[in-house]
């Protein structure tokens, strides 16, 4: 995606072709700016702090940070630091684990001497796989879109509600959710879209919103409160959104307040999608409700707010009273009866496992065996 008319990834090494450079997302949307990482640490420090963010560049990221620690002992020990170190930065995003263990499969058979050399060449490619998966999400998603289009006698707009950030910033580009919406509108179909602000670290209104702006694209930021009444009253045609982990039987586990979203499109007919990579799929799980771990962050992040003031300076206020409690879980679990169907890189299919099963039949194999 382009900003201020350069091409620019989340994630990408310097011209030493070892440091890996990714951009600060808590510091968007006031201010664009660019940070090195050199060692494991930082690119733990990274993940956990959330300077990215979102499920596919959480493991693009994590990739990288296993080629940063392999720098002078590529040893195993330090490959199993290494990979522990990195999972433990964020529990719920399911791509975590699944880059790690990739990573781990394609580096331990190999000789110390060839590992380091041989995860970046790997982590250049979960990259670019995930670029290439990201962009057919947008094709098959856009489908769904155009579709809406015609029925409505291509008149109009057609309306998107989404939440939190599963844009080109929540991946290494193009992003889940969002990329049918670039795709729609490069296309020339009239979208418009909903940005649920996503309290508390509002990826919606900083990220989401900074991203449409960039790319032209009409939207409107929204209180996470409005989605039920806009369905009510016809305002969106569409809800996409994305995920964090998906089990087999197709339970979507993303941003707290998905399910809530979920429910009101159930209840207005509202068609309501899941866009997601194969590598957000867990297939070990069947009970998103039961199994999937939620991460609870920070309590500060929900007493207190950053933004811009008046004279353009960053400033974090507290909403909440001395001495009350806050709670902050990070995700929800929509059930899949509640999901419309599931957008992947190989098309659209069910919230199911028959359905997920179809689309990856690979999986279907493994999982008998
Ligand atoms: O806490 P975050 O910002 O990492 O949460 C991100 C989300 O919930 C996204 O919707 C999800 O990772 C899908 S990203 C393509």
């Known amino acids: ?136 999400i947008g094709d098959h998603g ?36 969002i990329a049918p919406i670039y795709k729609a509108h490069d296309e020339g179909i009239p979208v418009h879209v909903w940005v649920d602000e996503t309290r508390p670290r509002n990826q919606g209104a900083s990220l989401t919103a900074w991203e449409l702006n960039r790319h032209g694209v009409p939207h409107t930021v929204i209180v996470d409160n409005v989605g039920g009444h806009l369905m009510q009253h016809g305002l969106v045609d569409i809800c996409i959104v994305g995920t964090d982990r998906t089990t087999a039987a197709g339970d979507v586990c993303n941003k707290i307040g998905t399910y809530l979203k979920a429910l009101a499109a159930d209840a207005n007919g509202v068609p309501f999608y899941v866009a997601l990579p194969s590598p957000t799929i867990d297939w070990t799980l069947e009970d998103g409700l039961r199994d999937i771990p939620i991460e609870q962050r920070d309590a500060t992040e929900v007493s207190h707010m950053t933004g811009r003031n008046s004279e353009g300076e960053l400033v974090t206020i507290q909403l909440t009273p001395d001495g009350s409690p806050a709670a902050n879980y990070a995700f929800d679990v929509t059930p899949a009866r509640y999901v419309t169907g599931l957008i992947t890189e190989r098309g659209v299919s069910p919230a199911s496992r028959e359905g997920l099963e179809t689309l990856f039949p690979q999986q279907q194999a493994m999982t008998a065996s």
């Open 1 to 136: 995606m382009n900003v201020d008319g350069k091409a620019y990834r989340t994630i990408w090494l310097a011209p030493d072709n070892k440091t890996v450079e990714i951009i600060d997302q808590t510091k968007l949307p006031h201010l664009f700016t660019t940070v090195q990482l050199t060692s494991l640490e930082d690119a733990a420090h990274a993940i956990s702090a959330m300077l990215v963010r979102g499920a596919p560049l959480i493991g693009a990221t994590a990739a990288y940070g296993m080629c940063l620690a392999l720098e002078g002992d590529a040893s195993d020990s330090r490959l199993a630091q290494a990979y522990e170190t990195l999972l433990a930065t964020r529990p719920t995003a399911v791509n975590l684990r699944w880059a790690l263990d990739d990573m781990r499969s394609k580096l331990l058979p190999l000789a110390p001497e060839e590992r380091q050399a041989a995860a970046y060449r790997r982590a250049a490619e979960v990259c670019d796989e995930d670029v290439e998966i990201c962009s057919s």
């Open 142 to 177: 856009k489908n769904l879109i155009s579709a809406l289009w015609e029925k409505n006698e291509r008149k109009g707009v057609i309306n998107v509600l989404t939440h939190c950030n599963a844009g080109w910033l929540a991946t290494v580009d193009w992003g889940t959710a």
